[in-house]
C-alpha cells in the first residue's frame, strides 16, 4: 500500500552513463516531482509535472529529462552522468488544489 | 532563487527537553510547510500554515507562521528518541514551488 514508490533505492554506475529513475504514486494524484537532495542535506526542486504542464527549474542541465508515461508515473531519465549528479533523488506527488506533497524514500545515486 | 535559512543548524538535547527551531526567508510566501526526515527516508510533512501569525500544533508540536510572511517557528515540547531526525522548513511559491530551508538536524539523547 506504498503511496510514492521509487526504483531503485541505489544505484551506483560510472561517468558517463545513461540512467534512469522510476516514480510511482497510487494516491490519484495529478502532479508529480522531482528533487534533489545534495550532500548537506539541502532539498532542491528540479521538476514539476502535470498531464498539461512541464516546468523545469532553470538550473537543472539539459542532461535531465522527466518522463510520463502515464498520470501515476514519472521517471527521470539521466544523460552522460557526471560526478556532481552523485545525490538522492526524491520523488512527490500532490492533488491539485491541496499543497501537501508526498514524498518517496528516495534513491541514492552514486557516479563513480 | 529563494533562500530560507534555518536555525540552528543541529541540536543535541536530553530527552524530556523542549526544541525550538526557525526558519527565515529573503521572500514572502503564503504558505510555511514543516517536513521531518528520518534517517534513509523522504521528508514527511508535520504541520501546514497559511495564514500570517496562524499558530498550528499536531501533537507535541507546535508552529507559527510569521507576521511578516517571511519567518517561521517550529517548537517541539517534551522531546521522545524518535523525534532523531532533520527538520525542513518550505515555503510554498505559487501551486508547485515548494524551497526548503536548510535543516535543522536535531539528536535526542536518552
Known amino acids: 500500500d506504498t503511496a510514492v514508490s521509487q526504483t531503485p533505492k541505489y544505484l551506483v554506475t560510472q561517468m558517463g552513463n545513461d540512467k534512469s529513475i522510476k516514480c510511482e504514486q497510487n494516491?490519484?494524484?495529478?502532479?508529480m516531482y522531482w528533487y534533489k537532495q545534495d550532500s548537506k542535506k539541502f532539498l532542491k526542486i528540479m521538476f514539476s509535472?502535470?498531464?498539461?504542464?512541464?516546468?523545469i527549474n532553470e538550473t537543472v542541465p539539459n542532461r535531465f529529462s522527466p518522463k510520463s508515461p502515464d498520470k501515476a508515473h514519472l521517471n527521470l531519465h539521466i544523460n552522460s552522468l557526471e560526478l556532481g549528479d552523485s545525490a538522492v533523488y526524491f520523488c512527490?506527488?500532490?492533488?491539485?488544489?491541496?499543497?501537501?506533497?508526498?514524498f518517496g524514500p528516495g534513491t541514492r545515486l552514486l557516479v563513480l | 532563487g529563494q533562500q530560507l535559512n534555518q536555525s540552528p543548524q543541529s541540536m543535541f538535547i536530553q530527552e524530556g527537553e523542549d526544541v525550538s527551531m526557525n526558519c527565515t526567508s529573503s521572500?514572502?510566501?503564503?504558505?510555511w510547510l514543516w517536513y521531518k526526515q528520518d534517517p534513509g527516508e523522504g521528508p514527511v510533512l508535520l504541520i501546514a500554515?497559511?495564514?500570517?501569525?496562524e499558530l498550528t500544533s499536531n501533537g507535541r508540536l507546535t508552529a507559527q507562521f510569521g507576521i511578516t510572511r517571511k519567518d517561521s517557528f517550529l517548537n517541539i515540547s517534551a522531546s521522545i528518541p524518535s523525534d532523531v531526525g532533520i527538520y525542513f522548513c518550505?515555503?510554498?511559491?505559487?501551486?508547485?514551488?515548494?524551497?526548503f530551508g536548510t535543516g535543522t538536524r536535531l539528536t535526542v539523547i536518552p
Open positions: 512527490a506527488s500532490r492533488r491539485t488544489n491541496q499543497e501537501t506533497q508526498y
Open positions: 494516491l490519484g494524484h495529478d502532479t
Open positions: 509535472y502535470n498531464n498539461k504542464e512541464l516546468i
Open positions: 521572500s514572502i510566501f503564503n504558505t
Open positions: 500554515l497559511y495564514k500570517a501569525g
Open positions: 518550505a515555503g510554498l511559491a505559487g501551486a508547485n514551488n515548494l524551497f
